[in-house]
């Protein structure tokens, strides 16, 4: 099983200042065929299902607004939400698609200082 | 873009059987390029995925190891729809149920089952 873990576990952040959350695997997640990475990253409000954000590492959901970005590679991946916005204030989970079982990240909640 | 909707009690005995069902807008359940999830969360356990199912030439099942054989994911292809059902089910089963679609998951709206007598 690919363990998946997050850190911070929560973080506070300025209005309009960067927030940075990081996932590292226990393996890598690499797709080799594709050349791409099988992470996602979702953001989870309470009552809410998790929504998908960033797939493969790196590439924007539809509709997800440019403020959120991933990166990484190998074993090490990046949330980046560039400028906090009131309604980012939620739980931020990564996940591994590379393999079953699928696998999640502990969770980083983000809160505004 | 694919619609998931969940049906199904939120509340069963100790001992029962959990039976949950996903109902499908905007794909199908036999399509060879999706496959469809059961995933879990709980206050203890996180998010936990359960097990998935998908068509390619036929069907296959992956669940996870730690459920034994209590699991078992069906698709209806009649009512393109796939559920779940978790067998002599303890209050450690207690959680919210999601179905998803894909690998990078489009999640159902989640169902809260309380395993309680």
């Known amino acids: 099983e690919i363990v998946m873990t997050q850190s911070p576990d929560s973080l506070a952040v300025s209005l309009g200042e960067r927030a940075t959350i990081n996932c590292k695997s226990s393996?890598?997640?690499?797709?080799?065929?594709?050349?791409?990475?099988?992470l996602a990253w979702y953001q989870q409000k309470p009552g809410q299902p998790p929504k998908l954000l960033i797939t493969r590492a790196s590439s924007r959901y539809s509709g997800v607004p440019d403020r959120f970005s991933g990166s990484g590679s190998g074993r090490d991946f990046t949330l980046t939400i560039s400028s906090l916005q009131a309604e980012d204030v939620a739980v931020y989970y990564c996940q591994q698609y590379y393999a079953v079982p699928l696998t999640f990240g502990g969770g980083t909640k983000v809160e505004i200082k | 873009q694919v619609q998931l909707r969940q049906s199904g009690p939120g509340l069963v005995k100790p001992s029962q059987t959990l039976s949950l069902t996903c109902a499908i807008s905007?794909?199908?359940?036999?399509?060879?390029?999706?496959?469809w999830n059961w995933i879990r969360q709980s206050p203890s356990r996180g998010l936990e995925w359960l097990g998935r199912?998908?068509?390619?030439?036929?069907?296959?099942?992956d669940y996870a190891g730690s459920l034994g054989s209590r699991i078992k994911i069906s698709a209806d292809t009649s009512k393109n729809q796939f559920s779940l059902q978790l067998n002599s089910v303890t209050p450690d089963d207690t959680a919210v149920y999601y179905c998803?679609?894909?690998?990078?998951?489009?999640w159902g709206q989640g169902t809260l089952v309380t395993v309680s007598s």
């Open positions: 905007g794909d199908s359940v036999s399509s060879d390029t999706a496959a």
């Open positions: 393996h890598g997640i690499l797709f080799t065929s594709e050349n791409r990475e099988s």
């Open positions: 199912t998908y068509y390619r030439s036929g069907w296959s099942y």
């Open positions: 998803a679609s894909g690998w990078a998951l489009t």
